[in-house]
């Protein structure tokens, strides 16, 4: 079974939000609820202006800037990195001997958004109009780095989620 699931960008939508993350209601988006409730035990991303991230209980809207190009293959990236993070989240949550680990997949996908979107960032910084999906690669490490430079806790999982929620990660000058 599919622990988190990738929906299709919508086009033309408005950001609703700039900040890196915020949570929202619930019943702002009865859409994604009710199909995260269809399928049972999913977080569902949903890419566009604003990456929206939903368990069926909780929503996120990921309004951190990321590059200023579309290109094919940036929501491939986005599965790369939300699914290694998930792959961390669940095996926190195995440690930990949780049995529901929602809340880390909600985590996971967060992080992958923001991963995603900060490499975009700097690709685009470096590359501009002729960015691609390799240059967005190139810069998940620093994109990493920067997103999660002030913490100090030795596990990924906590790691994330100890930052994910309470910084704002801004390009370096």
């Given at each position: 079974?599919?622990?988190?699931?990738?929906?299709?960008d919508?086009?033309?939508?408005?950001p609703?939000?700039?900040?890196?993350?915020?949570?929202?209601?619930?019943?702002?988006?009865?859409?994604?609820?009710?199909?995260?409730?269809?399928?049972?035990?999913?977080?569902?991303?949903?890419?566009?202006?604003?990456d929206?991230?939903?368990?069926?209980?909780?929503?996120?809207?990921?309004?951190?800037?990321?590059?200023?190009?579309?290109?094919?293959?940036?929501g491939?990236?986005?599965?790369?990195?939300?699914?290694?993070?998930?792959?961390y989240?669940?095996?926190?949550a195995?440690?930990?001997?949780?049995?529901?680990?929602?809340?880390?997949?909600?985590?996971?996908?967060?992080g992958?958004?923001?991963?995603?979107?900060?490499?975009?960032?700097?690709?685009?910084?470096?590359?501009?109009?002729?960015?691609?999906?390799?240059?967005?690669?190139?810069?998940?490490?620093?994109?990493?780095e920067?997103?999660f430079?002030?913490?100090?806790?030795?596990d990924?999982?906590?790691?994330?989620?100890?930052?994910?929620?309470?910084?704002?990660p801004?390009?370096?000058?």
């Amino acid at each position: 079974m599919a622990e988190f699931y990738l929906k299709e960008d919508l086009v033309d939508a408005k950001p609703i939000t700039t900040e890196p993350v915020i949570e929202k209601d619930i019943s702002t988006n009865k859409i994604l609820k009710e199909l995260c409730d269809a399928i049972k035990g999913v977080t569902i991303i949903q890419k566009g202006a604003n990456d929206i991230v939903c368990n069926g209980k909780r929503l996120f809207y990921v309004g951190q800037e990321g590059s200023l190009k579309r290109c094919g293959g940036q929501g491939d990236v986005l599965t790369g990195c939300t699914a290694l993070l998930s792959y961390y989240a669940k095996d926190y949550a195995k440690e930990n001997k949780k049995e529901d680990y929602s809340d880390e997949m909600l985590h996971a996908c967060i992080g992958g958004c923001l991963l995603t979107r900060m490499s975009g960032k700097l690709a685009y910084a470096k590359k501009k109009r002729a960015l691609t999906t390799p240059s967005i690669v190139e810069e998940i490490g620093a994109a990493f780095e920067m997103l999660f430079e002030k913490c100090v806790i030795k596990d990924l999982l906590a790691l994330m989620i100890s930052c994910l929620l309470y910084t704002s990660p801004s390009p370096r000058d």
